[in-house]
């Protein structure tokens, strides 16, 4: 099963910002709908943010809205997440995924999700 890798988790000071990458090298992000996701300890997955395919359809958690921005480079087959004014409670495992209909909506969950990365470490701290 092809896979997603992400990139890009550090360790951050509150209000710090990060870049995070998903790449694949087996198949064509375009045709797909991508998701980002974080999970904390102790809690469940949840859906950051989400880009269709044309880029006109996008989604935010609450919580980020005003501070991340999803968008992806089709020339580079990646999908970024731009993270500022990072906050503690950002702290998580993130995640990108293909939506498995190809696109998602606002109702799209982790279970309409495929080919899961490995995850990449965001610790934000002071």
């Known amino acids: 099963q092809v896979q997603l890798v992400e990139s890009g988790g550090d360790l951050v000071q509150p209000g710090d910002s990060l870049r995070l990458s998903c790449a694949a090298s087996?198949?064509?992000?375009?045709?797909?709908?991508i998701g980002w996701f974080r999970q904390a300890p102790g809690k469940e997955r949840e859906r950051v943010s989400c880009?269709?395919?044309?880029?006109?359809?996008?989604y935010y958690l609450d919580s980020v809205k005003g501070r991340f921005t999803i968008s992806r480079d089709n020339a580079k087959n990646t999908v970024y997440l731009q993270m500022n004014s990072l906050k503690p409670e950002d702290t998580a495992v993130y995640y990108c995924?293909?939506?498995?209909?190809?696109?998602?909506?606002?109702?799209?969950?982790?279970?309409?999700?495929?080919?899961w990365g490995q995850g990449t470490q965001v610790t934000v701290s002071s």
């Open positions: 880009i269709n395919t044309s880029g006109g359809r996008i």
């Open positions: 995924a293909t939506a498995k209909v190809g696109f998602c909506t606002a109702d799209s969950t982790p279970a309409d999700f495929g080919s």
């Open positions: 087996e198949f064509t992000l375009y045709y797909y709908g």
